[in-house]
T-cell receptor, first 117, second 113 residues
Framework: AQTVTQSQPEMSVQEAETVTLSCTYD???????LFWYKQPPSRQMILVIR??????QNATENRFSVNFQKAAKSFSLKISDSQLGDTAMYFC??????????????FGKGTHLIIQP | DSGVTQTPKHLITATGQRVTLRCSPR?????VYWYQQSLDQGLQFLIQ???????AKGNILERFSAQQFPDLHSELNLSSLELGDSALYFC????????????FGQGTRLTVV
């Protein structure tokens, strides 16, 4: 079974700083995706960024980027120029897929990120 | 707004009871996923349906069941409820067998008393 580990239960940084959230995963599969989801106090789950495992290039979405190290099974999220609205729980997630389609997401326990003014 | 609609938003019920949670996926999405988020277990995948057929099962209890109807809406049935079933239940939908982004609904907050 796949597992996803987020070792930082909580992090706090000042507005405009850069912060990196760590995530490691364990799988014996070759076909999978990795995701970072954000859950603000509203409880809505919002996709931040996604990485296909077969792609070597790290995904980037505006201020959000990942450092994907496939051999080390590491998938960290970097948030640049952090903003107050980035305050939320961040979940790392893994999804395996095959010819029949994708399975459900396996989530880590989450990191509570607090951006201080 | 993700386009995924879950009803009801909140539900309070007693132990031993049965409830049904409803999910309407985004227009055109064939895959529906159910997840449970609780303080003890975190976010867990329960079950997936694709175009009316069960496709994958996660950590779903035998007391729980789901189905997807011809109009693609889905229902999650929870029976013989226990205090530990109190949680936020999310539905998510995606097209193309889940190989693209999954959009989450706002969730149903279930409280068992």
């Amino acid at each position: 079974a796949q597992t996803v580990t987020q070792s930082q239960p909580e992090m706090s940084v000042q507005e405009a700083e850069t912060v990196t959230l760590s995530c490691t995963y364990d799988t014996s599969e070759n076909n999978y995706y990795l995701f970072w989801y954000k859950q603000p106090p509203s409880r809505q789950m919002i996709l931040v960024i996604r990485q296909e495992a077969y792609k070597q290039q790290n995904a980037t979405e505006n201020r959000f980027s990942v450092n994907f190290q496939k051999a080390a099974k590491s998938f960290s999220l970097k948030i640049s120029d952090s903003q107050l609205g980035d305050t939320a729980m961040y979940f790392c997630a893994f999804m395996e897929y095959s010819g029949g389609g994708a399975d459900g997401l396996t989530f880590g326990k989450g990191t509570h990120l607090i951006i201080q003014p | 707004d993700s386009g995924v609609t879950q009803t009801p938003k909140h539900l309070i019920t007693a132990t031993g009871q049965r409830v049904t949670l409803r999910c309407s996926p985004r227009s055109g999405d064939l895959s529906v996923y159910w997840y449970q988020q609780s303080l003890d277990q975190g976010l867990q995948f329960l079950i997936q349906y694709y175009n009316g057929e069960e496709r994958a099962k996660g950590n779903i209890l035998e007391r729980f069941s789901a189905q997807q109807f011809p109009d693609l809406h889905s229902e999650l049935n929870l029976s013989s409820l226990e205090l530990g079933d109190s949680a936020l239940y999310f539905c998510a939908s995606s097209s193309h067998r889940g190989l693209d982004e999954a959009f989450f609904g706002q969730g149903t907050r279930l409280t068992v008393v």
